[in-house]
């Protein structure tokens, strides 16, 4: 199953990113949730302010669909800056890199989303352009090339990562400020939910935002997709209003439960429950028994049920704990505690 085909993926397409564009905050105040990073990263930009300078470059961490791009969009709009937008995997070459920092003013702002998947080469320009705010050219090949240097202005960068341990560490240590973002609690969603649905035009419920943020897993880009599918049920089988029967049709109709699961989480909770008695089981055997491939079910089902507590990982394989077997309706052997558990390893 494609990531992104899933209606609970945090992940976005270029369409996707395109609809958000109307929903996202345009300031600090705006900005709902991740309160220790926001109030930090206010100080940083305040304080760069008062003094007339460009910012430290600002690292941004975290899980898809949490708000990274959106801060950085909020980051150039307090400092009253041009956003540059781009990603590591758009620059295969130094000479790509070059080509956009030649192209940027004093003040500028550069988001570099999945800085991780930076080419090398890239890589180690980034340092010297981040740290002293020039680039060595290279003209020429061979015993006949030479190095010019060119100055830079001034200038902020923002780096957005998933996986901020695969950043080397001459990378992470030119980053003046950190920020590390956290899923959100359902409170926060419904708040976004609220929001989202005014700049949508869409009347809604309060308990109807609620049934929404509670579903999204704790992620505002899924909360925003939820939201259209229920407006989109209600403008076409109800009254045109987001109301608490509207969201639970819809979500039903979109298979997403109560808790956030969808038809492969649950899959796989069953196939580990029903087939393999709760576990533990190798990821392999997993996969083949609901049809997917291995990466799908460790890369897009597994990191949700382990965080919310349905599926446990052992050295012996996963193992269901007792709240999976519960949100199926069946009733868990004794052993079944979310520890470690009983049985054979089925690999």
């Known amino acids: 199953m494609d990531d992104e085909a899933r209606v609970v993926s945090p992940d976005a397409d270029a369409i996707e990113r395109s609809n958000e564009a109307a929903l ?24 760069a302010t008062g003094r007339g300078t460009p910012p430290d470059h600002v690292l941004l961490s975290g899980p898809p669909g949490l708000g990274k791009t ?118 926060e969603l419904k708040a976004i939910v609220v929001r989202s649905a005014g700049r949508l035009g869409v009347s809604i419920a309060h308990d109807a935002a609620h049934e929404i943020a509670s579903r999204s897993r704790g992620t505002p ?40 699961l969808d038809r492969l989480d649950r899959a796989v909770l069953k196939a580990l429950c029903t087939r393999f008695a709760g576990g533990p089981v190798g990821l392999s055997t997993l996969a083949v028994t609901v049809g997917e491939e291995t990466e799908t079910v460790e890369t897009v089902a597994e990191p949700f049920l382990v965080r919310e507590g349905f599926m446990s990982r052992t050295p012996r394989g996963r193992i269901a704990t007792a709240d999976a077997w519960l949100h199926l309706g069946l009733t868990p052997p004794a052993d079944a505690i979310g520890g470690e558990a009983g049985g054979r390893l089925f690999d």
């Open 221 to 260: 880009r899924i909360a925003n997709r939820l939201l259209r599918r229920v407006r989109d049920w209600a403008e076409v089988h109800g009254n045109g209003r987001a109301d608490l029967d509207a969201a639970r049709e819809a979500l039903t109709v979109y298979e997403v439960d109560e808790r956030g």
């Open 24 to 47: 996202r905050p345009s300031n600090l105040d705006e900005f709902v949730g991740q309160r220790v990073v926001r109030e930090q990263l206010s100080l940083v930009l305040s304080a």
């Open 70 to 187: 959106t801060l950085a969009m909020i980051i150039a709009q307090e400092l009253g800056s041009t956003l540059r937008l781009t990603s590591g995997p758009a620059i295969q070459h130094a000479g790509d890199l070059a080509a956009i920092l030649s192209s940027l003013d004093e003040g500028d702002v550069l988001f570099l989303d999945e800085i991780h998947r930076l080419a090398r080469p890239a890589e180690e320009m980034l340092y010297l352009a981040m740290e002293d705010f020039r680039v060595d050219v290279v003209v020429g090949k061979g015993a006949g090339a030479t190095s010019i240097p060119l100055s830079l202005p001034p200038f902020t960068v923002v780096g957005a990562t998933t996986r901020a341990g695969l950043l080397p560490a001459p990378l992470r240590d030119r980053f003046g400020f950190t920020g590390h973002l956290d899923f959100y609690e359902d409170d």
